[in-house]
């Protein structure tokens, strides 16, 4: 190893050369070379997988991605929206609570809040906000959890649109966030700002079954999106940081924290004044909650019946028991005649596919009137549960087998038990466990918590499932519908007394005895054959020989006027069923069968001479589209519930005709409105005018059925016809006498009370006027020399039995 020597001058400024040698420029570039290429190579290689990583997002090569159709035209469920004739919203149809708005529709408030709350560049930046990424980076490295989040309003709706799946790692997860950073870019692109805040507004989903800003604000506030108070905005907004949690049912507390900091979010960004601000953050929440439940609400029954004629499948005999033809028979005469029965399956979409009323958003117009609906509603209500409810309570206190009647034995009243714990949902799901049927009615015993029907409202108790059963059959039901005459457009809809508990609707499903009811049919047949009103006949019983060879006479339930001449408006006044009897001599049960099939009556009809007591089950919608007959000066309308349906921009797809038919010239027509009003004026349905003080001119009919099982009434005016119909769910519970089980005191109540408040509601205009004389009709109708006699009998205010 040589030796350094010491005394060796080295310049500093000379290059190290090892060799010795002079290096050129050249090598000085090569040298410099290699590191650049490798820098730009590495950048521009990431650049390229940059590019190629987002085209990969993009295009879903690392899940799912939404193409441009999708994002033009963003699928929702949207719920179909039921309005009545005066355009109040009666109810929905849905999976989801959804309806849309458009952005003028949105309350100020709500936009100011939200933009101040999640995203306050959103005018500014194009779907990604890079000083938001900055802010969550910088609060990532320093910690600070108060940095606030990255998400702006476009990201929040690509979530929202296109939900997050099944994260299998964190790697999912950062794969999931590019793709929302391009979904909310390609929102952008797609949208303006307007709409891409109405989408979020129509999208949330804010619990409690209020998915989007209308359905929340009707909820919350019983309001709509553009009435909304500034308070009451900033706490909608506020849930949609995490609507579970901010819950303002069962976190009020942390709710209104959370409005009161977006409040301050809009003081803090110049939306507000502070001043304001501190005095709004002092107001409770004041929910105004109105639960969604289609059970509750207006019409009830009616949006249950619209749901399962527009929905109803196109009926096949195999799907019918045997006993049941009858219904089939009137299913398949609906589907070929009604275009709104099974409408949804009878029409398809562009796509070929049918309409859903659940999610696409229809909006369905009827012709029930709010107002109307309402005192329908209460006139059932007042009735059935202030009055007649009672009496009937106390005269079953006593009874061997209450509610039931006394004369039901008590193998009868097992059977009647037996078979309504068959029908049950409890046994049909006991049943599937493999409990035989002694096992369930033991079941059926137990005792076990419920909250039960009250007319003061539902209680809580402890009762068997059999007691409960006894419970509700000893409640007193109700149909009632009422339709304008000239355009068969039903105004008002009342399957039974409370829809939650007694779901079975006595309007158009349930059918009983129509009773005296029916008498007018009869009498429409005379008047066709150019009798009148004031004609007289024998007051004395009429014999009909029955195909078997045995005579059959019907009975009067009162001896007045036995045997002497009377009119026939005094016949159908006092329902005498020697008057009728002798006007069926004068034709025959078929013709009255083929009268009542013009008038609209599908129901099975026996063509006996016991036709006219009304033994016949027919419906409230039935009877009522007949007695329109008589009103529309004899044309018979077919009752409506619809009057069109649009689709969810406004498009119309339906529109109801009136299906019309003559049944009667105008002449029978008038005449029978006046006999109907001898009823009113001097009848059984004199009530009417002293004590429910009507005065106007009315004509009706009562009807009460063998052993008081069922009590009817049904009343025209020149304007309005309706019908009701009182009784128990089964006919062996009943009143035990005509005082009270009679159709004048059972049925007819509730008719008054109804025609009383749609009078006095000014704002519908109802008139009070006479039923318009034909021309050419010149028949005197003042029979009041024949009737002083009868007007000063001491016949209370009785309805025929109508024994058999």
Known sequence: MSEINPNLEIDPNAELNPGNEEVSSESKIKIYKK???????????????????????????????????????????????????????????????????????????????????????????????????????????????????GSTISQQLAKMLFPREEFKNKL????????????????????????????YFNKYDFLNLA????????????????????????????????????????????TKGRRNTVLSQMVKYGY?????????????????????????????????????????????????????????????????????????????????TPYNIYKDGLKIYTTLDSRMQKYAEQAVEEHLGLDLQKGFDREKEHHRNPPFSDDLSDEAFEHQMDLSIRRSERHRV????????????????????????????????????????????????????????????????????????FMYDMVTLGKRQVGSTIKPFLYTLAMQEGLTPCDKVPNIPQTFILPDGTPWTSRNSTEAHSGEMVTLKWGLAHSVNN???????????????????????????????????????????????????????????????????????????????????????ERTAYLMANLLQGVVREGTGRRLRFKYHLYNPIGGKTGTTQNHSDGWFMGITPELVSGVWVGAEDRAIRFEG???????????PIWGLYMQKV????????????????????INLDCEAVSNDNSNSTTEDFDDEDFF
């Open 272 to 352: 507000l004044e502070n001043q304001l601000a501190d005095s709004l953050k002092q107001l409770p929440l004041g929910i105004d909650y109105q639960k969604v439940d289609h059970k509750r609400g207006m019409a009830p029954y009616f949006r249950e019946y619209l749901r399962m004629s527009l929905t109803a499948n196109k009926p096949e005999r195999k799907n019918y028991p045997s006993w049941n033809m009858q219904k089939f028979k009137q299913d398949s005469l609906e589907w070929e005649i009604n275009p709104f029965y099974g409408w949804c399956n009878k029409n398809q979409k562009a796509d070929g």
């Open 172 to 199: 999912d997860i950062v794969f999931r966030k590019f793709r929302e950073w391009i979904i909310a870019v390609k929102l952008e692109r797609s949208y303006t700002k307007e709409e891409i805040m109405t989408m």
């Open 35 to 149: 590191p650049l290429l490798i820098f730009w190579s590495i950048f521009i290689v990431g650049i390229v997988c940059v590019v190629l990583f987002f085209a990969g997002v993009s295009n879903g090569t690392f899940g799912f991605m939404p193409t441009f159709e999708e994002l033009e035209n963003p699928k929702s469920s949207l719920a179909t929206e039921v309005y009545t004739a005066d355009g109040e919203l009666l109810g929905k149809f849905y999976f989801q609570n959804r309806s849309f708005i458009d952005h003028d529709e949105l309350s100020t408030y709500l936009i100011d809040a939200l933009i101040a709350t999640e995203d306050v560049r959103f005018e500014s930046h194009s779907g990604i906000d890079l000083r938001g990424l900055g802010r969550v980076f910088k609060g990532l490295i320093t910690g600070d959890s108060s940095a606030g989040g």
């Open 738 to 748: 005509i005082r009270l089980g009679q159709g004048a005191n059972m049925a007819l």
């Open 579 to 665: 008057i009728s009897g002798w006007v069926l001599k004068q034709t025959n049960p078929e013709a009255v069968v083929s009268m009542a099939r013009k008038m609209g009556v599908v129901s099975k009809i026996e063509a006996v001479p016991s036709i006219y007591l009304g033994t016949s089950d027919i419906s409230v919608y039935e009877m009522v589209g007949a007695y329109g007959s008589f009103a529309n000066k004899g044309v018979y309308i077919k009752p409506r519930f619809i009057t069109k349906i649009e689709d969810s921009k406004g498009n119309l797809l339906a529109q109801s005709v009136p299906q019309k038919n003559e049944v009667m010239n």
């Open 759 to 778: 009078y006095a509601d000014k704002t519908l205009g109802m008139k009070q006027g006479d039923f318009e004389k034909p021309r050419g009709v010149n």
């Open 430 to 501: 006991l049943k599937k466990k493999g409990l035989s049927f002694e096992q369930i009615k033991e079941n059926f015993k137990k005792p076990v918590k419920m909250k039960i029907f009250t007319w003061k409202g539902e209680r809580d108790t402890i009762i068997s499932p059999m007691d409960s059963m006894l419970y509700y059959k000893g409640f007193l039901r109700a149909g009632f519908m009422s339709m304008v005459p000239q355009t068969g457009e039903v105004r008002a809809y009342v399957g039974g007394p409370n829809y939650k508990h």
């Open 211 to 254: 998915v989007g800003i209308k359905s929340a604000a009707n909820v919350y506030f019983n309001t709509t999106p553009d009435s909304l108070k500034l308070e009451q905005a900033a706490m909608l907004v506020g849930m949609a940081k995490n609507s579970s949690y901010f819950n303002p049912l069962r976190r009020p507390e942390l």
